[in-house]
């Protein structure tokens, strides 16, 4: 009989201490992934299959736990969905999903950072920017999903996850997850290029042409405007100097005459 308790005690509290041993879920306060990562396939059929969507894709790297990983991934992700959810209206279906995904990645993202642990070390990872067709970006996504399911707490990122350049790819070579040919690799998270500034040196250039145009437009007004004002006012003078010169003339022929008439 004693035996038999023992046993049972041992079923039931068991359980309580799996989390300790083998290691518990990764968020204390409850799972953020709901059902609406449900839809996505609902919203993979509302987009056209050739449509492009930027995200800076980070491949997995060896001896380095998911939870190192994720921290890069779903904040990137999240950066993404914002641009994606632009895309859309907000009274419809594609808005709504979207929306409910992203804040599926916002629990996430407060899960793994919970500790508010400051980190000293670096886990590198490689950033590639890529535009994923709509199948390939959410099977990216789920991947997260999967990845953050299975993370669990006794494998802690013990350090700040970082992204870094992908070496130059051959010219052949297409992304090795997803196979597309228009991925711009080279480039990661943290990194800005000369070609990111094209556009704002674009508008700058545009802007000092115009200016330049109206400055030179609003010089030439004003010298135009200054030299008719300078020959209305020489032609006033000299309409001036002219009557009086008449006047002159009319007065002195008056003395002239009247001199005559004494005589």
Same mark, same amino acid.
């Given at each position: 009989?004693?035996? =038999?308790?023992?046993?049972?005690?041992?079923?039931?509290y068991?359980p309580?201490?799996?989390?300790?041993?083998f290691?518990?879920?990764?968020?204390?306060?409850g799972?953020p992934v709901?059902?609406? %990562?449900k839809?996505?396939d609902?919203?993979?059929?509302?987009?056209?299959?050739?449509? $492009?969507?930027q995200? $800076?894709y980070?491949?997995?790297i060896?001896?380095?736990?998911?939870?190192?990983w994720l921290?890069?991934?779903v904040?990137?992700?999240?950066?993404?969905?914002?641009?994606?959810?632009?895309?859309?209206?907000?009274?419809s +279906?594609?808005y709504?999903?979207?929306e409910?995904l992203?804040?599926?990645?916002n629990?996430?993202?407060?899960?793994?950072?919970?500790?508010?642990?400051?980190?000293?070390e670096?886990?590198?990872?490689?950033?590639?920017?890529?535009?994923?067709?709509?199948?390939?970006?959410?099977?990216?996504f789920?991947?997260?999903?999967? =990845?953050?399911?299975l993370?669990e707490d006794?494998n802690?990122?013990d350090a700040e996850a970082v992204c870094r350049?992908?070496e130059? #790819?051959?010219?052949? =070579?297409?992304?090795?997850?997803t196979?597309? #040919?228009?991925?711009?690799?080279g480039?990661?998270a943290?990194c800005v290029?000369?070609?990111d500034?094209?556009? =704002? %040196?674009?508008?700058?250039?545009v802007?000092?042409?115009?200016?330049?145009?109206?400055?030179?437009?609003?010089?030439?007004?004003?010298?135009?405007?200054?030299?008719?004002?300078?020959? %209305?006012? +020489?032609?006033?003078t000299?309409?001036?100097?002219?009557r009086?010169?008449?006047?002159n003339?009319q007065?002195?022929?008056?003395?002239?005459?009247?001199q005559e008439?004494?005589t």
């Amino acid at each position: 009989m004693k035996e =038999a308790n023992t046993l049972i005690n041992s079923v039931i509290y068991l359980p309580l201490f799996l989390p300790t041993i083998f290691g518990g879920p990764i968020c204390k306060t409850g799972n953020p992934v709901t059902d609406d %990562i449900k839809r996505i396939d609902e919203l993979v059929g509302n987009l056209p299959n050739d449509y $492009k969507i930027q995200i $800076k894709y980070i491949s997995k790297i060896p001896n380095v736990t998911d939870t190192c990983w994720l921290r890069l991934t779903v904040s990137e992700m999240s950066f993404s969905l914002d641009g994606l959810l632009e895309k859309f209206a907000k009274n419809s +279906s594609n808005y709504l999903i979207i929306e409910n995904l992203h804040r599926v990645l916002n629990g996430i993202h407060n899960c793994l950072y919970e500790d508010r642990k400051d980190y000293q070390e670096e886990s590198e990872f490689n950033c590639e920017k890529s535009n994923l067709e709509p199948k390939q970006y959410f099977s990216y996504f789920n991947e997260i999903i999967t =990845a953050f399911q299975l993370a669990e707490d006794t494998n802690p990122c013990d350090a700040e996850a970082v992204c870094r350049p992908t070496e130059p #790819p051959d010219a052949e =070579a297409t992304t090795p997850e997803t196979g597309d #040919p228009n991925t711009m690799k080279g480039e990661c998270a943290n990194c800005v290029t000369s070609v990111d500034y094209l556009p =704002a %040196i674009g508008t700058s250039v545009v802007c000092t042409v115009i200016i330049t145009i109206c400055l030179t437009y609003l010089v030439i007004r004003v010298q135009k405007n200054y030299e008719r004002n300078r020959r %209305i006012k +020489s032609y006033s003078t000299d309409v001036e100097q002219e009557r009086k010169r008449e006047e002159n003339e009319q007065d002195g022929q008056f003395i002239l005459e009247n001199q005559e008439s004494l005589t």
